[in-house]
């Protein structure tokens, strides 16, 4: 009995502060590991893959979505003090799918303070 | 491209348009059988001497040319839906470029890497050398890698236009302020023409498109002299 009892307390749960550690690393671990994920994904990348969100011919919307989301990551990500690489993946789709003049209205309008979106 | 007294579509591209061609190629055999027929029983019932004047009515022919047509439309529509969901098929492009209209010439963007981007202006009839082909030459072809996947985003600068190429089966029209996607392969190496298709002022016959298909190492040859040279 006393025998089963030290085989379960060794061989089963670890120990309270080693659950800490554990923890802690897998959170530290996941953002690591999500910012080397975005990194082998820009390194693969070919062109703006299929976008369930915009599977018919209108892709106006993908580039506007894509455009924005790059710059909200950009002034997030600034604000926390935070490595800006995981909002490159958004400037790759957008710079794949918007006409270069539309790009170029708006960084200009964006400077002037006239961007229409809300970043 | 399109040759004189041509009669059908141009050679197929890309495999969308060779089935487009096959079920065009089906649909009007059933069109010429039915129009023989119906040719013939118009002549027979006009030159013959032969009179009748007292059928009423016959449920077996009823039942006939009820059940035939039926079965006739059936036969063309199964191969149509086919076709329709085969080109609705969510593909996965290798290349994204965008095809921008302007009066009167088309701008081609790869910006997939870098930003690449150049006009595209008909060669004028004076300046054609032997063997090319009038309104259908243009100074810079838009150049593709052949058996790969391309998703063309077309759109316009100003007014309406349409960004056509018959050999591989695609048409799209140009809006101002629309993104609109295609997708197509070209299955051989080749120079496939087209023209402007949506009616945009003086020179809207003058505006044509040339997309030149080649192997992927000349593909990327090709893209890093055009942009030292831009």
Redesign the interface.
């Known amino acids: 009995m006393k025998g089963v009892l030290m085989y379960l307390k060794v061989f089963s749960f670890p120990p309270a502060c080693i659950l800490n550690k554990m923890s802690i690393d897998r959170v530290v671990s996941t953002d690591v590991k999500m910012a080397e994920d975005i990194q082998a994904k820009l390194e693969k990348?070919?062109?703006?893959?299929?976008d369930a969100r915009f599977?018919?011919?209108?892709?106006?919307r993908?580039?506007w979505s894509n455009y924005l989301d790059y710059h909200r990551c950009q002034k997030a990500l600034d604000a926390k003090g935070v490595d800006t690489a995981p909002c490159d993946w958004y400037k790759?789709v957008y710079?794949?799918?918007?006409?270069?003049?539309w790009i170029q209205k708006w960084d200009d309008q964006r400077e002037e303070g006239t961007f229409p979106g809300k970043i | 491209m399109a040759h004189p007294s041509q009669l059908g579509f141009q050679d197929a591209a890309s495999p969308v348009m060779e089935e487009l061609l096959h079920f065009h190629d089906h649909a009007l055999m059933i069109v010429f059988l039915i129009s023989t027929l119906v040719l013939y029983i118009i002549v027979a019932m006009v030159s013959t001497k032969l009179t009748n004047k007292y059928i009423l009515d016959s449920q077996e022919i009823e039942v006939i040319w009820t059940i035939l047509p039926a079965f006739i439309l059936i036969l063309i529509a199964l191969p149509s839906l086919r076709i329709l969901y085969l080109m609705d098929e969510?593909?996965?492009?290798?290349?994204?470029i965008?095809a921008?209209g302007h009066q009167w010439y088309w701008s081609y963007?790869y910006?997939?890497y870098e930003?690449l981007?150049f006009d595209s202006y008909m060669l004028p009839t004076q300046d054609l050398a032997p063997g090319q082909f009038r309104l259908l030459e243009a100074d810079h072809r838009m150049v593709i890698p052949v058996e790969s996947p391309i998703?063309v985003?077309v759109?316009a600068?100003d007014v309406l236009h349409s960004w056509a190429v018959p050999s591989l089966g695609v048409k799209?029209d140009a809006v101002p302020?629309?993104?609109?996607?295609?997708a197509f392969i070209a299955s051989r190496p080749g120079v496939f023409y087209g023209q402007c298709s949506e009616i945009c002022g003086a020179n809207h016959s003058f505006m044509p498109i040339v997309v030149e298909a080649v192997p992927l190492q000349y593909f990327e040859k090709w893209s890093s002299l055009m942009l030292e040279d831009t």
């Open positions: 990348y070919r062109t703006a893959p299929f599977p018919n011919q209108n892709q106006t993908n580039c790759r710079k794949s799918l918007c006409p270069i003049s | 969510i593909n996965d492009p290798h290349l994204t965008k921008m963007e910006t997939d930003d981007g998703r985003l759109s600068e799209m302020g629309r993104l609109n996607q295609t």
